[in-house]
C-alpha cells in the first residue's frame, strides 16, 4: 500500500458519505428518460455525470493514495473529466454511445465498496497534515469536488422542462415577498484586504495559495445586490439594445444568440416570469437578478458604476471599520440559516436582505449566500501559485484571460466553501450559473 498522508478521520469519512448522499438525491430528482438529456448545449449529459463523481473519487485515490488496481480502465478514463463551456465548438455524442444506466450504476457501486474498504485499513504515517499529498488533502479534494456538483448539477437540471424532473421534494411555493428594499451605498475607507491562504495545516484549493495583503482605495459599494426589479428597469430603458453599453465580444455574444433578457426569466404577453428548479412564478421583483458576467457589466455601465474587483469584495465583506478582518461578513459564527441563503437550504433566492444578521461590520447585505458575486477580476494566479501535483489542470487550465472571479456562494453552495478564501470562475458569456452582483463607485 502506498505511503498515507494521515489516517482519514471519521469526520472526513461521515463528510464524504454525506456528500454522497447529496449527489444521489439529487439524480433522483430526474425521470430515468432525462438522464440522457443535455440540458446545456456547451456541457456532457446528464449520463456522464453519473459515472463521473465516482470515477473522480478512485481516479483520485484508489493507485495514489491506497494501492488499488483498476477494476474498469474504460470506465476511468470516459468518465474522469467534465467540459469547459463555451469552448472551441459543441459535443455531437447521442445517447446511444453511452454505457447504460445500469452498468455505471455497477461500477459506482463497486468503486464505493472497494474505496470504502480500503479507507477503513489505512494506516498512518509521520507525513505532515499540510502535505499535499496527504490522504486528508485528498479526501477533501474528493469531497469538495463533490459538493461543487451538488451545485453545478442544479443548474444544470435547472434547465431541463418541468416534466423531465420528479415531484419536487419539497415545497415549491416562492419565498416569501419581502419588503422592498430602499437601495443605498455604503463607503467603504481604504485599507487592506487579505487574499489567499497561508500553507498550514487547513485545506485549500491550489488557487487559494499563497496568503497576501493588498492595499485597497476608498469606494462606495451598493449596500444590496442588484434586484430582478432593478433589471428590467434597464430593459425596458433598452439595455439590450443601447451598443455603447457592451464590449465587442460581447455585443457579438448577445446578437449572434439573440440575448434580451436573463436566462431565467421569460415573457408571456406583457407579463414578466420566473422559471424556479421546478415551477414558473411571476417575477420576483424583489431576488437578486442572475445574470452573465457580460450582463452584469452592462447594467453596472448603464449606471455609470462598475463591478467591484476582488480585493473590494474582500474589504467591504470581511474588512472591520478601525483595521482587522472577519472570517465571514457577520463575524466569527459558523454559517448557519440566521446569516444567510445558502448550504442547499432552498431552491430559489430570498429577497435581498432577508438576512440583516449576515450583514458585513460595514453595513453591506447578502455578500455570503444567495447567489454568487461577479467581480472584475479576471482569475489568475496568486503570487507563489503552484498546481497540484495529482490535479495540475484545476486551476491552471482556466488562467487564459477570459475566466472571472465569482465569490461569495449561492443557495446550493455548501458551507465548507464559504471560507473567505474560496474562489469560483466562469467566463463572461456563461449565463446558467447563480451569479448575482452589485455595484461600485470609485
Known amino acids: 500500500m502506498a505511503s498515507l498522508g494521515v489516517a482519514p478521520s471519521d469526520a472526513l469519512l461521515s463528510r464524504l458519505a454525506e456528500a454522497r448522499m447529496k449527489t444521489d438525491d439529487l439524480f433522483r430528482l430526474l425521470r430515468p428518460e432525462a ?11 446528464n449520463i456522464f455525470y453519473l459515472g463521473h463523481l465516482e470515477a473522480f473519487d478512485w481516479n483520485l485515490l484508489s493507485g495514489r493514495a491506497l494501492g488499488l488496481k483498476s477494476f474498469h480502465p474504460e470506465f476511468d478514463k470516459l ?41 477503513g485499513k489505512a494506516m498512518p504515517s509521520s507525513k505532515p497534515l499540510k502535505e499535499e499529498s496527504s490522504l486528508a488533502t485528498l479526501l477533501n479534494v474528493a469531497i469538495e469536488h463533490r459538493l461543487m456538483h ?22 415549491q411555493s416562492p419565498s416569501p415577498r419581502g419588503r422592498p428594499v430602499k437601495h443605498r451605498m455604503v463607503e467603504i475607507p481604504a485599507g487592506e484586504a487579505t487574499l489567499g491562504l497561508p500553507r498550514e495545516e487547513i485545506f485549500g484549493w491550489d488557487n487559494e495559495f499563497e496568503i497576501h ?29 443601447n451598443r455603447s453599453l457592451w464590449t465587442d465580444e460581447s455585443w457579438g455574444w448577445i446578437t449572434r444568440f439573440g440575448v434580451h433578457h436573463p436566462l431565467f426569466w421569460m415573457k408571456n404577453g406583457n407579463d414578466w416570469f420566473y422559471r424556479t428548479m421546478f415551477c414558473e412564478t411571476p417575477l420576483p421583483l424583489d431576488w437578486p437578478v442572475y445574470v452573465s458576467h457580460a450582463e452584469a457589466s452592462a447594467y453596472a455601465r448603464w449606471v455609470g458604476k462598475a463591478l467591484p474587483t476582488e480585493a473590494e469584495w474582500h474589504r467591504a465583506a470581511l474588512g472591520v471599520p478601525g483595521g482587522g478582518e472577519r472570517p465571514f461578513p457577520w463575524g466569527s459564527e459558523a454559517p448557519s440559516t440566521a446569516f444567510g441563503n445558502f448550504d442547499f437550504r432552498q431552491w430559489d433566492p430570498s429577497p435581498v436582505g432577508s438576512h440583516p444578521l449576515g450583514m458585513s461590520a460595514f453595513g453591506v447585505t447578502d455578500m455570503v449566500g444567495n447567489g454568487w458575486e461577479w467581480t472584475a477580476t479576471v482569475f489568475s494566479p496568486f503570487p507563489g501559485f503552484r498546481p497540484f501535483s495529482f490535479y495540475p489542470g484545476y486551476s491552471a487550465n482556466f ?4 475566466h472571472y472571479v465569482m465569490k461569495g456562494g449561492s443557495s446550493r453552495t455548501a458551507a465548507s466553501m464559504l471560507r473567505r478564501s474560496f474562489r469560483n470562475w466562469f467566463q463572461a458569456h456563461y449565463p446558467y450559473v447563480y451569479a448575482k452582483f452589485r455595484c461600485v463607485a470609485r
Open 150 to 171: 451538488a451545485e453545478t448539477l442544479v443548474y444544470l437540471f435547472h434547465q431541463l422542462p418541468f416534466q423531465r424532473k420528479a415531484a419536487s421534494p419539497f415545497p
Open 399 to 402: 488562467f487564459d484571460g477570459k
Open 35 to 45: 438522464l440522457f438529456d443535455r440540458p446545456i448545449a456547451e456541457r456532457h449529459r
Open 79 to 119: 468518465f474522469a473529466f467534465g467540459i469547459d463551456p463555451l469552448g472551441d465548438g459543441l459535443p455531437s455524442d447521442q445517447p446511444q454511445d453511452w454505457p447504460s444506466v445500469r452498468e455505471i450504476g455497477d461500477y459506482n457501486q463497486q468503486v464505493r465498496e472497494r474505496l470504502d474498504a480500503a479507507l
Open 213 to 241: 495583503r493588498v492595499a485597497v482605495p476608498a469606494f462606495v459599494l451598493d449596500a444590496f445586490s442588484v434586484t430582478n426589479g432593478d433589471y428590467l428597469r434597464f430593459i425596458q430603458a433598452g439595455g439590450y439594445e
